[in-house]
């Protein structure tokens, strides 16, 4: 005779809710993400992929043989561009996925955003600007939304058993 399966964590699993998998934690079920929350990740996503098409640009006109005036400087540029891309994708992604940390980065991100954003909208660069401030306005209050706040809220999974 066979015993059924335990958990180890000791958390219930609902194997028979939709979008609960077998032995799923009932604490982790599968929840549509808010509109608010979809919103935000996706200007944020949308942020992240400017940076990369800025960073390809700046990287084919770094490689082409524009003048600079240190290459490794220049290198230095490209390599952040490509690593604060990264980092908006996973904050875009795990955002969308509802976890507490999210909420400070895509903060940090869109006040990045603004303080390029006013300057250019405030030199005369009217569209540009316009297109830096309003999303990252729009997501500025949408991260305080309660909707957003609610969803994301998960911490993370628990440490593995022994």
Do not use: C, K
């Amino acid at each position: 005779m066979s015993r059924p399966p335990v958990n180890p964590a000791g958390v219930p699993a609902i194997p028979d809710e939709p979008g609960n998998g077998p032995g799923r934690p009932a604490d982790q079920r599968s929840t549509p993400a808010p509109v608010a929350a979809t919103v935000v990740a996706l200007i944020a996503g949308a942020e992240a992929l400017a940076l990369l098409v800025a960073a390809g640009w700046y990287g084919y006109e770094l490689f082409t043989g524009s003048p600079v005036l240190s290459f490794w400087g220049a290198v230095f540029t490209l390599g952040l561009l490509l690593a604060f891309s990264a980092w908006l994708f996973a904050v875009s992604l795990f955002l969308y996925r509802g976890y507490r940390w999210t909420r400070a980065a895509a903060l940090v991100a869109q006040l990045f955003v603004l303080t390029i954003g006013v300057p250019t909208l405030t030199s005369g660069l009217v569209l540009a600007g316009a297109a830096m401030v309003v999303p990252a306005a729009a997501a500025i209050v949408l991260l305080f939304s309660n909707r957003v706040i609610g969803h994301a809220s998960r911490t993370g999974s628990p440490p593995p058993a022994l």
